[in-house]
Each structure stands twice: as structure tokens, then as C-alpha cells.
């Protein structure tokens, strides 16, 4: 009896030793991830999350710091932006992975060759206080001579979707760097993120601004005086794409994070938490227009990396160090 107590107790640990674990290094706030992981769990019982949250910024550096040292932790990211997992990507960090689900993305929103996905939409458009007599409809509307010294936004020195912001604009040959040049010289304000930028449209300081659109109409419906557009020319996005580290410990079970994640189930998650979800045929949050009459501008990733460092000292140039 001592022994087959003593075997059954070993099997025990070794079986819960072996236990079908993945850790996540992610930039989502705090409570969309225990909700992402909670979500996970469940419908993969049996596979246990461990978890890492850090703005995208520190995480990558923390992830650096454990590369240089030989031993990176996590199995799978999700992380804010395509333009961080392209350059990993490059630097052959990720692992590819054809998740069954793609096929119901639009082929922009995801690697070809599988290295990264995207989860959710966050676009950057205008925001503006009620208080205004007249409501803006295009981008280039904040560089009317009437609003000098009234807009704000977040600096690309500062904010990733800001600098992705700033690729997708100068990218576009109907505005270009000559529409960041025009910003400037009306004394739009570039400095700090997207959390400042709106505190600033909301109290009227500046009473137009660019910023994600969750934001302002989340705010909006708790009752602050502001608007939200999306500009006739389109938005600029960021999209929360989930990857995997070519050095996963546990490659099958970051798939089926994956999975999960671009999954109809895993999509109407970020519909509940309030995010346009990125697979084709879902609804949006309350508050938004349909996804047909949101235009994406086009953005592609390898070439705001390569661009990003020079995109960065011109921005400078035109706006200070801010």
C-alpha cells in the first residue's frame, strides 16, 4: 500500500510538472488581459497561462535583455503594433505559424508567411471638443489657418501608434510630409500620448486633436464634451498582433493561443472589451460606425521599420524633441 502510494503521489508531480503551460509577455492593460487569459483557459482546459504585462516599449526591452542572456521566457506575444514583430521577424525571432483562422482576415492584417496575426483594430482619427462652432471631416482640416494653435497630438517620439500614425500620413500621396510640415507651422502641438492629447481636446485647451478612437468615444459616452471623426482620407491603425518566439518552449500550446485569439470566440472577446475586432464579418463596439464605412490607409510594416529612425529625426526637426 506504501507503494502504490508513494508511485501514485510521483505520478502526480510529474504530472503536474509536465503541465501544459505557455507563458505570454503582453501590452494589453491589465484587466483585457486576465480577461484574454481567463477566456483562454476556459475554452482550453488543461493549458495554463502564465503571464507578463509592460507597455510594449519595456517588455521589449526586458524580452532584450533576456535574449542577450541566453534564456527568453515567453512562448507567445501580443503586443501592440506590427512594426515591433516585423523587425523580430527580421531579425528571425519569431516563428511562423498558418493559423487555420487567417482565412477570415483580410490578407493586410496578418504575415504572409505566417510570423505574426492581427487581433483587434485601434485607429487614430480627430477628436474635438463640442464647443466648437464648426466639426472637422478630413485630416487636412487641421491645417486650416482658423484653428492655429488649437490642435493637438500625440508625438511619434513618444507613442507607437503615434509614429505609426505619422508612416501611414507621409506615406500617403495626397498628404505626405508636407501635411506634417503644414501642422507645424499652424503650432499644432506634438507632445506625450494619446492619454494627454484627449485631457487636453476635453478641457478645451486645444480643442482639436488627433488620438485612437476608442478613447474619445468611450469618454464621449460617459458624457465629455468631445466628438470623434474618421476622416474622409481614412485612419491610421494599430492592431495588436499576437505572435510566436522561435524559441517557445511550448510551440503547440502558443498555437492554440493563437487560434483562440483570431477565432470567432476569441474575436467577440474584443468586441465585449469595446475594440473593432480584426476578423472579417463581426460587429463593432456601440458607438462606432460599421466596419464598411471605416477606410484603412494603406500601411505597410517593413517599410515604416525602415523608415522609422528618419521618420523620428524629421518629426523632430519640424516639432522639437517634445
Same mark, same amino acid.
Given at each position: 500500500?506504501?507503494?502504490?502510494?508513494?508511485?501514485?503521489?510521483?505520478?502526480?508531480?510529474?504530472?503536474?510538472?509536465?503541465?501544459?503551460?505557455?507563458?505570454?509577455?503582453?501590452?494589453?492593460?491589465?484587466?483585457?488581459?486576465?480577461?484574454?487569459?481567463?477566456?483562454?483557459?476556459?475554452?482550453?482546459?488543461?493549458?495554463?497561462?502564465?503571464?507578463?504585462?509592460?507597455?510594449?516599449?519595456?517588455?521589449?526591452?526586458?524580452?532584450?535583455?533576456?535574449?542577450?542572456?541566453?534564456?527568453?521566457?515567453?512562448?507567445?506575444?501580443?503586443?501592440?503594433?506590427?512594426?515591433?514583430?516585423?523587425?523580430?521577424?527580421?531579425?528571425?525571432?519569431?516563428?511562423?505559424?498558418?493559423?487555420?483562422?487567417?482565412?477570415?482576415?483580410?490578407?493586410?492584417?496578418?504575415?504572409?508567411?505566417?510570423?505574426?496575426?492581427?487581433?483587434?483594430?485601434?485607429?487614430?482619427? @480627430?477628436?474635438?471638443?463640442?464647443?466648437?462652432?464648426?466639426?472637422?471631416?478630413?485630416?487636412?482640416?487641421?491645417?486650416?489657418?482658423?484653428?492655429?494653435?488649437? @490642435?493637438?497630438?500625440?508625438?511619434?517620439?513618444?507613442?507607437?501608434?503615434?509614429?505609426?500614425?505619422?508612416?501611414?500620413?507621409?506615406?500617403?500621396?495626397?498628404?505626405?510630409?508636407?501635411?506634417?510640415?503644414?501642422?507645424?507651422?499652424?503650432?499644432?502641438?506634438?507632445?506625450?500620448?494619446?492619454?494627454?492629447?484627449?485631457?487636453?481636446?476635453?478641457?478645451?485647451?486645444?480643442?482639436?486633436?488627433?488620438?485612437?478612437?476608442?478613447?474619445? @468615444?468611450?469618454?464621449?459616452?460617459?458624457?465629455?464634451?468631445?466628438?470623434?471623426?474618421?476622416?474622409?482620407?481614412?485612419?491610421?491603425?494599430?492592431?495588436?498582433?499576437?505572435?510566436?518566439?522561435?524559441?517557445?518552449?511550448?510551440?503547440?500550446?502558443?498555437?492554440?493561443?493563437?487560434?483562440?485569439?483570431?477565432?470567432?470566440?476569441?474575436?467577440?472577446?474584443?468586441?465585449?472589451?469595446?475594440?473593432?475586432?480584426?476578423?472579417?464579418?463581426?460587429?463593432?463596439?456601440?458607438?462606432?460606425?460599421?466596419?464598411?464605412?471605416?477606410?484603412?490607409?494603406?500601411?505597410?510594416?517593413?517599410?515604416?521599420?525602415?523608415?522609422?529612425?528618419?521618420?523620428?529625426?524629421?518629426?523632430?526637426?519640424?516639432?522639437?524633441?517634445?
Amino acid at each position: 500500500m506504501k507503494s502504490f502510494i508513494t508511485t501514485a503521489a510521483f505520478a502526480l508531480l510529474a504530472s503536474t510538472a509536465m503541465a501544459d503551460t505557455i507563458t505570454l509577455y503582453t501590452s494589453q492593460p491589465n484587466a483585457d488581459a486576465q480577461r484574454t487569459v481567463d477566456a483562454f483557459m476556459a475554452a482550453n482546459p488543461g493549458t495554463e497561462v502564465e503571464w507578463v504585462r509592460d507597455g510594449t516599449t519595456k517588455l521589449m526591452a526586458r524580452l532584450r535583455a533576456e535574449i542577450e542572456a541566453g534564456n527568453p521566457q515567453p512562448d507567445v506575444l501580443l503586443i501592440a503594433d506590427t512594426v515591433t514583430l516585423e523587425g523580430m521577424a527580421q531579425e528571425d525571432l519569431l516563428t511562423a505559424y498558418q493559423s487555420p483562422e487567417a482565412a477570415e482576415y483580410d490578407a493586410t492584417l496578418y504575415s504572409g508567411e505566417g510570423y505574426y496575426h492581427s487581433t483587434k483594430l485601434i485607429t487614430t482619427g @480627430i477628436v474635438y471638443n463640442t464647443g466648437i462652432e464648426t466639426a472637422p471631416t478630413s485630416w487636412k482640416d487641421l491645417s486650416d489657418d482658423a484653428i492655429k494653435g488649437q @490642435i493637438a497630438m500625440p508625438s511619434p517620439l513618444y507613442s507607437g501608434a503615434a509614429l505609426i500614425h505619422l508612416a501611414t500620413l507621409t506615406g500617403d500621396e495626397t498628404l505626405g510630409w508636407s501635411y506634417y510640415e503644414n501642422l507645424a507651422a499652424n503650432e499644432a502641438r506634438a507632445q506625450g500620448g494619446n492619454g494627454g492629447t484627449f485631457k487636453a481636446v476635453a478641457s478645451g485647451e486645444k480643442p482639436y486633436g488627433m488620438v485612437v478612437d476608442f478613447l474619445a @468615444i468611450r469618454n464621449k459616452a460617459d458624457g465629455s464634451p468631445v466628438d470623434f471623426v474618421f476622416p474622409e482620407e481614412g485612419v491610421s491603425y494599430v492592431t495588436e498582433p499576437v505572435a510566436i518566439m522561435s524559441s517557445a518552449k511550448n510551440v503547440e500550446g502558443a498555437q492554440k493561443f493563437v487560434d483562440f485569439l483570431l477565432s470567432d470566440a476569441g474575436q467577440n472577446l474584443v468586441l465585449d472589451m469595446g475594440y473593432i475586432p480584426a476578423r472579417n464579418g463581426m460587429g463593432v463596439p456601440e458607438g462606432f460606425p460599421s466596419r464598411e464605412e471605416i477606410k484603412l490607409m494603406a500601411f505597410d510594416p517593413a517599410e515604416a521599420l525602415a523608415n522609422a529612425e528618419a521618420n523620428k529625426a524629421k518629426f523632430a526637426e519640424l516639432f522639437g524633441a517634445q
